[in-house]
């Protein structure tokens, strides 16, 4: 089994720039999609960004379509979230997820484990 672990967290101003890292442990690594999941205070948990296990395909929520870009290095058991043009309303913790159902909406875990977070903070 694969345990996250994110990183790259911070405060920044609107209109900046954020990279997470998310470094998982386990030798099946590339055979998982990956994702990334936030929770804003008094929010709901809430898909941001997907990665198929190959590497080929993505998908995004609307909300950082255009913004966000998600990546992986198989080599490195790492997936990463570049983040441009941050917004004060991305403020959130932020999930790495092993095991994501990218095939159909809603995109979900299934059967996943979940990093510990990284808190995002973009201040106006």
């Known amino acids: 089994q694969v345990q996250p672990k994110e990183s790259g967290g911070g405060l920044v101003q609107a209109g900046g720039s954020l990279r997470l890292s998310c470094a998982a442990s386990g030798r099946t690594f590339s055979t998982y999609t990956m994702g990334w999941f936030r929770q804003a205070p008094g929010k709901e948990r809430e898909f941001v960004a997907g990665i198929w296990w190959r590497g080929g395909s993505t998908r995004y929520a609307d909300s950082v379509k255009g913004r966000f870009t998600i990546s992986r290095d198989n080599t490195k058991n790492t997936v990463y979230l570049q983040m441009n043009s941050l917004k004060p309303e991305d403020t959130a913790v932020y999930y790495c997820?092993?095991?994501?159902?990218?095939?159909?909406?809603?995109?979900?875990?299934?059967?996943?484990?979940w990093g510990q977070g990284t808190q995002v903070t973009v201040s106006s």
């Open positions: 997820v092993a095991g994501v159902v990218l095939d159909t909406t809603p995109y979900v875990p299934r059967g996943a484990t």
